[in-house]
């Protein structure tokens, strides 16, 4: 087994790419290429079943989750190998591997993390996230889909938006409004649906490169979701909801950081081999270079982001700091990549949606705005630092 050298770095490291070599697909990014969304959803069920079958999907699972508690170090060897072979990442299973165990390890009974955490593992259940509504994205304490308490159920009515990949989901993780009494925040309750319950309408919402796949709507009409699919107390809705988001920005992050290292300096190798105009020019120099240089402040931010969160300390700032950078580091990758990459690259191409960085940078460009809005708007996240962090007053 792979994670029996989590200890030797360079063991663990060969024995990767071999598995790399033998597991993966050779042509699978051509194929994923304008893919159809039931096609890129079951070869994601694919290869989400042959990382962990190695157990690599949940690698970076502490084992309060029911996971094995790989380091840091080792986490970072398994994201830069999968990067040098630009192997295929399951943005399906977001919720999954990062949402759902950091919410039921903190606030789930036994048997909710019983049932759900080895479904997710051993089955690879898919999960989404209700959570935004169409008056509720950034002021997430506005929501307005209510639950009403019948007896040893909750009657559940409402629309919720941005539900990643809601259509392919078999739970969901719903913030529901309990009561409306006190302050906004202090009404929300957090529930377990079945996706496949009576009253449940999921409709995708088509992104500006066309894919439908990625977000879609939920509406909710006379869903009844039983008393036991509670998390925590009712009315406690708001202070979960934190643990969710806080486990989004750590590894994920990393993730996304150390594959963008990866791919960066490869561009930049290839880049030298065929003498790129860009590297004759001072200003792309220097961008490229400063780019570097914030994509090491982010890896650093998203390691620190994961050692709090082992520490239980998961009501800092640092997830909101280390969400911005990524997002508008993102923006900045690939507004770059389509400057310096000619005019071919303006347009909008089919792409594989299954990697961060694609051969169609104005695709990727286009897709990396809905990071500075997912996960709480850079702006919000920027009035919580000013306001908690740096106890500057509202206006």
């Known amino acids: 087994m792979i994670l029996n050298h989590r200890d030797d770095f360079s063991a663990l ?34 290869w ?8 690599l999907a949940t690698a970076h699972w502490p084992t309060r989750w029911g996971g094995v508690n790989l380091s840091l170090s080792a986490q970072s060897i398994i994201y830069e190998e999968l990067a040098r072979v630009n192997a295929p990442m399951i943005p399906a299973y977001v ?20 049932r759900y955490l080895p479904a997710v593992r051993n089955e690879g259940v898919i999960w989404c996230q209700g959570f935004s509504e169409p008056g509720a994205g950034s002021d ?3 929501l307005k889909t209510q639950a009403v308490r019948d007896g040893d159920y909750y009657v559940v009515n409402g629309q919720k938006v941005w539900s990643s990949y809601a259509h392919g989901a078999k739970h969901c993780l719903l913030l529901v409004r309990t009561s409306n009494e006190g302050s906004k925040h202090a009404g929300i309750t957090y529930l377990i649906v079945d996706m496949d319950t009576p009253g449940i309408d999921v409709r995708p919402i088509v992104q ?57 300096k490869t561009m930049l190798h290839q880049a030298q081999q065929s003498n790129a105009y860009w590297l004759q020019d001072a200003q792309l120099r220097r961008e490229y270079a400063r780019l570097m240089g914030k994509m090491e402040g982010v890896v650093t931010l ?57 051969n169609h940078p104005m695709s990727d460009y286009l897709r990396s705005w809905a990071l500075t809005i997912s996960g709480g708007s850079n702006e919000i996240m920027r009035n919580l630092i000013a306001q908690r962090d740096l106890g500057m007053p509202k206006r």
Request: aromatic letters at 8%.
């Open 140 to 142: 997430l304490a506005s």
């Open 302 to 358: 998203a390691r620190r982001v994961i050692s709090e969160n082992e520490r239980g300390e998961l009501r800092s700032m640092t997830p909101a700091y280390t969400k911005i950078l990524c997002s508008e580091l993102a923006q900045e990758i690939h507004s770059w990549r389509a400057r310096t990459a000619g005019i071919e690259a303006q347009l909008v191409a089919p792409k594989n949606h299954l990697v961060e960085i694609t």
């Open 95 to 114: 919720i999954s591997l990062y949402h759902l165990p950091a919410t039921l390890a903190e606030f789930g009974t036994p048997e909710q993390r019983d």
């Open 48 to 55: 989400f079943s042959s990382l962990e079958s190695e157990c």
């Open 13 to 46: 490291r060969s024995a990767l790419r071999a598995w790399l070599a033998d597991t993966l697909p050779s042509d699978w990014f051509e194929h994923m290429v304008g893919a159809t969304e039931e096609d890129s959803l079951q070869f994601q069920r694919d």
């Open 208 to 264: 500006a490169d066309g894919a439908r796949l990625d977000f879609a709507e939920v509406f909710y009409e006379d869903v009844r979701v039983p008393v036991e699919n509670l998390i925590g107390e009712e009315n406690q809705g708001w202070q979960i909801a934190q643990t969710t988001l806080a486990a989004e920005r750590g590894v994920i992050i990393l993730e996304k950081a150390l594959r963008w290292r990866v791919q960066l």
